[in-house]
């Protein structure tokens, strides 16, 4: 019965990243919180089933709890994203952030985690690769919710072309918390173990494509697209064709 746990909530997920683009205003703001929550208790789920309570509590600690930290210091300091602040369509706040965004770390932290270990070997470059996997998602990620009006930034200039509303020091600072995030959860959660990984490299690997479908066909972002898929195909387009290459 657990097995297929991840996948059911995989399938729950993608139903509410479908729905997206066909709803608008406040029902699309409630589809983000409930999509997150839902990536959320995906990745901790299959944390704790495949590797156990030891590693999900590591994951919560450092994606979630760290998360909030580096948020909280972003909005009050404009350090190390830049000068930005969020509105209120995302429901409740602590210290200026609302709850669903620490949250959205962790969501996508074990995928980009485990597709790092499914990449490579060397634990060094596992924490860069899976730093790389997690940051990449960004370029997909602030101009969509940016665009939501979910939070602006007060200077977002210098940009990528195409894409003036997210500063490039926003991009640089995901970057850095995110390695540094993966090489604090390597060092709390141990060494890793066989697991069932399957859905999660699924769900790593939705995210990309389905985003830059998404962008470019239905959410008027062609630019955000094309910087997506270059920068989070870094890790994607390498674990596609792993996956693909296994035994059948």
Not at 32 to 52: F, M
Not at 79 to 88: C, I, T
Not at 101 to 110: F, G, R, V, Y
Request: glycine share 12%.
């Amino acid at each position: 019965m657990t097995r297929g746990l991840p996948w059911l909530g995989l399938g729950l997920l993608i139903l509410a990243q479908i729905c997206y683009p066909l709803t608008g205003g406040g029902a699309r703001a409630a589809l983000t919180i409930t999509t997150v929550a839902l990536g959320y208790l995906l990745s901790v789920s299959h944390a704790a089933l495949t590797r156990g309570p030891r590693v999900a509590t590591a994951l919560v600690l450092v994606t979630t709890g760290g998360g909030l930290l580096v948020e909280a210091a972003g909005v009050s300091s404009g350090f190390p994203f830049g000068d930005y602040a969020y509105s209120d369509a995302l429901g409740p706040k602590i210290a200026g952030v609302p709850v669903v965004i620490p949250l959205a770390w962790t969501w996508m932290a074990w995928p980009a985690w485990l597709a790092a270990v499914r990449l490579v070997r060397h634990p060094a470059a596992r924490i860069l690769v899976a730093g790389v996997g997690l940051a990449a998602w960004d370029l997909f990620l602030d101009p969509q919710m940016v665009a939501e009006g979910y939070w602006t930034w007060s200077d977002p200039s210098p940009s990528l072309p195409g894409v003036p509303d997210v500063p490039l020091g926003n991009y640089a600072g995901w970057l850095v918390v995110a390695v540094l995030m993966m090489a604090l959860f390597a060092g709390l959660a141990g060494p890793t173990s066989p697991g069932r990984d399957a859905p999660m490299y699924a769900l790593y690997l939705w995210t990309y494509y389905s985003s830059i479908l998404a962008h470019a066909a239905f959410l008027g972002l062609p630019a955000s697209a094309g910087w997506g898929a270059l920068a989070m195909g870094l890790v994607a387009v390498p674990l596609t064709f792993r996956v693909r290459a296994w035994p059948r």
